[in-house]
Structures are given as structure tokens and as C-alpha cells.
């Protein structure tokens, strides 16, 4: 066929326009099944065209993308699930585990550190992803997203499905994973980036829930107290719309007692003040006899 292109000559073109340094089985299996089912690339046509791709065409076109050196296995990921694309810079730990997990983002004391609340400086990556069910289950729904009335042709040609791949360390960096049953609203992803971090509101929200992932209970006071009141509105809305009765109870602690803060929702979360219980500031600290009176809540700020 006169003036056509090759599938490998059209993937590693498709492969450098992409702004991103690795790319996942699946993503790429995706690739290469749009330039079939489009038969073309940017106007010219495949040499060889398939109405249906079969599984040969893309372990055929993995191996030449291996063997030529336009991608290369990335060791941080299990064998021949995430490749480093050829001449593309790297980026952040962070935006690289989004690549990898199209459901996780940023979290925690790394979201903490992105936002300037804290002056540490992490040594661990800490995102939240879905948990074990959701994420099977938005797998399923994503490709169906992503190949419309394509996706059963996908499924049945043997192209590789979309995965959980595990991530347990990116360029050196220790990554801990949250699950989460779910997270609507609870990230926002960053412009001209694959990069998703939490929300103002639900990086407040998570340094109640887990301290110890945020640099540790008196760091988080000590947050509130100097942040707080800046993002005052952000913070009431998410732990009002997501917040359970003991989540509203800690807050209300901590941003009525600690950082004298007041709003009309506060006042309210006092209906879940439990007096003569043994409710505590942080969950998995040990009880301690010292507590506010108003919201009947342990102050246990021994770190654990």
C-alpha cells in the first residue's frame, strides 16, 4: 500500500506525542487497538489493517517497542506492567503513581506539603486509591468508558485488561496506599498534569482521620491552628457532606477549642456529643483522663 505507515512506526509516533514518562500495559494495549479500529495515523493510513486487533498484534508490537528501545520495563512495577517511554523527562513520584492508578491521587502529609501546610518534607509517597471491590468494579466501568461500542471487540481480542497494579515504591520513594469505599469530590487534578491531589477540604478531613500519616497529632494541631481559619469554609463543608458523627465531634474540638473558630455547622455537630462515653481525639491512641468538657471527647495527644 502506497504512502501508509506501520503499526510500530504509528505507535511510537502516538507514544511521543503523549505527555506522560511511563505508560501501563493496559493504556498501551489501549493505543494500539485505537490506531487499529481508526486505521490510520493523523491522516495516513496502517500498511496492515485488522477490523478486529488479535493479541499477536500487540505482544508483535510490545517486543519491536522493547527491542528497539522506545520503551523499557520500569523496575518499580511488576514484570511488564509499567514501561518508561524513550526521550521523556521524568516527573514527580506522585504524578507517575496517577499514571499507574487512574483512581488514586495524592494524600495526606504529601498533599500537605503540596498545599504549604507543612514545612516537612516526606519520605514516603502517601496516596488513596479505591478499595479492593470499588476498584474492580470502576475497572470494568472505565472500559466500557473508554471503548464505547468497541469495548466487547477489546475484551474478546485478548488485549490486556485494566488492572490493579501494585506500587510500593516510585524513583526510591516508599509509597503507602489508603483505600477508600469511596471518594467523591475528594481530589482535584492539577492543570497541564496527570497529577490528582486531594482537595483543601479533604486534606483537613484526612489529618483527623489519620494523624499518624500527617506528620502525627500535635503536628495537626499545630496545622489547624496556623491554617485553619484560611481555609475555614473548605474545611466545614467536606467534614459536614463526608464526615461521620465522631469525625464532626473531633473537628468541632479542634476548630471551636483549639483554634477558636466559630460557624453555624459547628454549633451543630454538637448533637453528637455522647457524654459519659470513651470517644477519643485519635482513634488508635490510648484513652487519657484529660478531655473537653463540651465535646466529651478523650484529648489523648500521645503519639502512637
Not at 454549633?267 to 453528637?272: K, Q, V
Amino acid at each position: 500500500m502506497p504512502n501508509c505507515i506501520s503499526i510500530l512506526k504509528a505507535a511510537t509516533l502516538k507514544l511521543g506525542s503523549l505527555r506522560q514518562p511511563v505508560i501501563t500495559k493496559y493504556q498501551l494495549g489501549k493505543l494500539i487497538f485505537d490506531l487499529h479500529i481508526e486505521g490510520s495515523y493523523q491522516g495516513q493510513p496502517l500498511c496492515t489493517r485488522k477490523e478486529i486487533p488479535i493479541q499477536n498484534d500487540f505482544s508483535r508490537v510490545l517486543k519491536e517497542l522493547l527491542d528497539t528501545a522506545i520503551l523499557n520495563e520500569n523496575p518499580n512495577f511488576p514484570t511488564r506492567s509499567v514501561f518508561n517511554i524513550l526521550g521523556k523527562e521524568p516527573k514527580s513520584p506522585g504524578e507517575i503513581a496517577c499514571i499507574v492508578d487512574p483512581f488514586a491521587y495524592v494524600s495526606h502529609l504529601s498533599a500537605m506539603e503540596y498545599h504549604g501546610l507543612t514545612d516537612r518534607f516526606p519520605k514516603i509517597l502517601y496516596i488513596t486509591s479505591l478499595s479492593s471491590n470499588e476498584w474492580s468494579m470502576t475497572a470494568i466501568e472505565k472500559m466500557d468508558k473508554d471503548f464505547t461500542v468497541y469495548r466487547n471487540d477489546y475484551r474478546d481480542s485478548g488485549f490486556p485488561k485494566l488492572q490493579r497494579i501494585k506500587i510500593g515504591k516510585i524513583s526510591g520513594m516508599n509509597v503507602q496506599l489508603t483505600k477508600a469505599k469511596t471518594y467523591l469530590g475528594a481530589y482535584a487534578v492539577v492543570q497541564d498534569s496527570a497529577l490528582r491531589i486531594s482537595t483543601i477540604g479533604r486534606t483537613f478531613f484526612d489529618m483527623l482521620r489519620n494523624p499518624a500519616d500527617c506528620g502525627g497529632i500535635r503536628h495537626v494541631i499545630d496545622v489547624y491552628k496556623n491554617n485553619a481559619h484560611i481555609y475555614i469554609k473548605a474545611i466545614v463543608e467536606e467534614i459536614e457532606r463526608h464526615g461521620g458523627p465522631i469525625d464532626k465531634v473531633r473537628a468541632g474540638y479542634i476548630l471551636d477549642e483549639i483554634c477558636e473558630l466559630s460557624d453555624p455547622k459547628i454549633n451543630n455537630w454538637l448533637e453528637y456529643v455522647q457524654r459519659g462515653g470513651s470517644r477519643k481525639l485519635v482513634a488508635n491512641a490510648s484513652y487519657s483522663p484529660i478531655f473537653s468538657d463540651k465535646w466529651c471527647i478523650s484529648l489523648n495527644l500521645e503519639e502512637v
